[in-house]
């Protein structure tokens, strides 16, 4: 049964490295290797791996742009960069080899690897990026009196309004955090528990619904982090 | 007489599964309707459909996390 905190395998005084700080580690590695590699040997005629990347990277360009028009080269590296870092963060915990390196300590086997969205942690500080990358952008390109205005207002009706709304940006660190964390982390408990009746192909399609679900909340995360960021760095109200 | 109800993480997933599944279900409804209407559409409605049950389906799953833990 997998627990709830990340396992502890090794520790830096009194820093303990979690087996999710290992996965956060290869996740990085993959994404920066495979961005090497393509960026390496760029050809007119593209390569199996790069087209794909290129299919990838412009699809979703594209709906930034359609979502914030001028605003989208601002935008996409953030979104883009959740989406890759959360998917496959998301895949990693369901590659069978990953997740069975580990080691015994009495009768408990600690794996070396585990989803790093799994980890509440994770998920929590990717949510806090998202939400001050937003904030921030939001007074970068609109100037802190119109940011301010968003919340704060003289007007009772756009006061109350304004109230609300810095309300809603403290329960969308929770939202964003707990939908990532409680979908990965239920699927794998679940996949754990279907593997403990029956290794042997029970846990298959699951295996694959898992991956349609990491899919699915990568896609939330970084589709939400772009609308709230469109959001953020338009002006708000109807004055004019 | 005292007696005490402990509420277990079946409840829990019972209780919490039941808006969602119902959101859920409105969803596909509504989206298979659209589709119906407009089957041209379909390539840009499923993904949304998709989301929006992702979100709906977020709620089920804070249910079972705690369905797990209690």
């Known amino acids: 049964m997998i627990s709830l905190a990340a396992e502890p395998i090794a520790h830096i005084g009194n820093i303990p490295i979690t087996n999710t700080l290992t996965d956060t580690l290869l996740v ?9 590699y ?35 080269m601002l935008i996409f590296p953030f979104m883009m960069t959740f989406f890759l870092f959360i998917i496959v963060s998301n895949f990693s915990g369901l ?4 997740t069975a390196i580990g080691f015994f300590h009495g009768k408990d086997f600690t794996p070396l690897f585990r989803s790093a969205s799994t980890d509440l942690n994770t998920t929590l500080a990717l949510a806090l990026v998202s939400l001050v990358a ?14 301010i205005r968003r919340f704060i207002s003289y007007k009772p009706l756009e006061l109350y309004t304004g109230l609300l709304e810095a309300v809603s940006e403290v329960t969308k660190i929770i939202s964003f955090s707990f939908r990532l964390f409680g979908n990965i982390f239920v699927g794998e408990v679940i996949l754990g528990l279907l593997s403990a009746i029956s ?8 295996i694959f619904y898992e991956m349609f679900v990491g899919t699915v909340q990568a896609v939330i995360f970084s589709l939400l982090t772009m609308a709230f960021m469109a959001l953020f760095t338009s002006p708000h109200g109807m004055e004019e | 007489m005292h007696t005490t109800i402990t509420i277990t993480g079946g409840i829990i997933a019972a209780v919490g599964g ?17 589709i ?12 949304i459909m998709i989301v ?18 209690g």
């Open chain 2, 18 to 34: 039941l808006g969602p599944g119902i959101g859920v279900g409105l969803i596909g409804a509504k989206a298979l309707e659209a």
């Open chain 1, 95 to 98: 590659f069978p080899i990953v």
């Open chain 1, 38 to 72: 393509v960026s390496k040997k760029i050809a007119v005629i593209p390569s199996f791996f790069q087209a794909s990347m290129e299919i990838v990277i412009e699809e979703f360009y594209k709906l930034t742009e359609s979502v914030s028009e001028k605003k989208a």
């Open chain 2, 36 to 47: 119906g209407r407009n089957p041209d559409a379909s390539g840009r409605i499923i993904p």
């Open chain 1, 199 to 206: 290794a042997f192909l029970l846990p298959i399609p699951l």
């Open chain 2, 52 to 69: 929006a049950m992702g979100f709906a389906e977020a709620i089920a799953i804070y249910s079972l996390v705690f369905a797990f833990l």
């Open chain 1, 28 to 36: 990085d590695v993959l994404l920066i290797a495979s961005a090497w």
């Open chain 1, 134 to 147: 937003t904030h921030t952008m939001s007074i970068y390109t609109l100037g802190l009196k119109q940011y």
